[in-house]
C-alpha cells in the first residue's frame, strides 16, 4: 500500500532543507533532508523545531561549491 508522502519546503539551512511531511490527516511530521548530491543525509522528526536543529547541525561531508 502506498503510503501518501508530501514534502514541502519551510526552511533551509544550507544545503539542508526542512519541510512538512503531509498524509492524509495533514501534517505528520517534519523532515530535514540535505541536498548535496551523494550525501543521502535525511532525518524525519515529530517536532518542527528539532528538525531545524538537527539542519543546522548537519556537518555535510560533500564539498559544497
Ligand atoms: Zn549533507
Redesign the pocket.
Known sequence: MPVPFVFRLRDRFG??QVGNVWGDSGVTGYIAV?E?DR?G?SSEYSSYAAACIAARN?R???PQH
Do not use: L, T
Open positions: 544545503p539542508v540535505c548535496a550525501c543525509w548537519h555535510c561531508r560533500i
